[in-house]
């Protein structure tokens, strides 16, 4: 079993920064891809970034170039660094883990492990 925690949403303007972790526990003696989706107010869940357990990352085209994905503390640690945040950013986001093996992009059905979700709110 695996646990993720996400931690550092908040409120922010249009313009501003904030930075997403997303610590995990519990079976972390294997590694795992991860990823970040949100879901905003009356709309699906889409994905937003991910990173497979070779390093390679995908995102989606609505943040591609602003929201970088990285990993540190071994692969226990996920972050997501939001630059440039707009109001359409405005979203639960949330961690999503899966064994490594075949490459799941941000496809959300192929994942294993959520965490709770935190609210980033960003007004214009």
């Known amino acids: 079993q695996l646990q993720l925690q996400e931690s550092g949403g908040g409120s922010v303007q249009s313009g501003g920064s904030l930075t997403l972790s997303c610590v995990a526990s519990?079976?972390?003696?294997?590694?795992?891809?991860m990823a970040w989706f949100r879901q905003a107010p009356g709309k699906e869940r889409e994905g937003v970034a991910a990173?497979?357990?070779?390093?390679?990352?995908i995102y989606a085209d609505s943040v591609k170039g602003r929201f970088p994905i990285s990993q540190r503390d071994s692969g226990n640690a996920l972050l997501l660094r939001m630059n440039t945040l707009e109001s359409e950013d405005t979203a639960m986001y949330f961690c999503?883990?899966?064994?490594?093996?075949?490459?799941?992009?941000?496809?959300?059905?192929?994942?294993?492990?959520w965490g709770q979700g935190t609210q980033v709110t960003v007004s214009s």
């Open positions: 519990g079976y972390t003696a294997i590694p795992y891809q």
């Open positions: 990173i497979e357990c070779g390093g390679h990352t």
């Open positions: 999503a883990a899966i064994y490594c093996g075949v490459w799941r992009g941000l496809n959300e059905d192929d994942y294993l492990y």
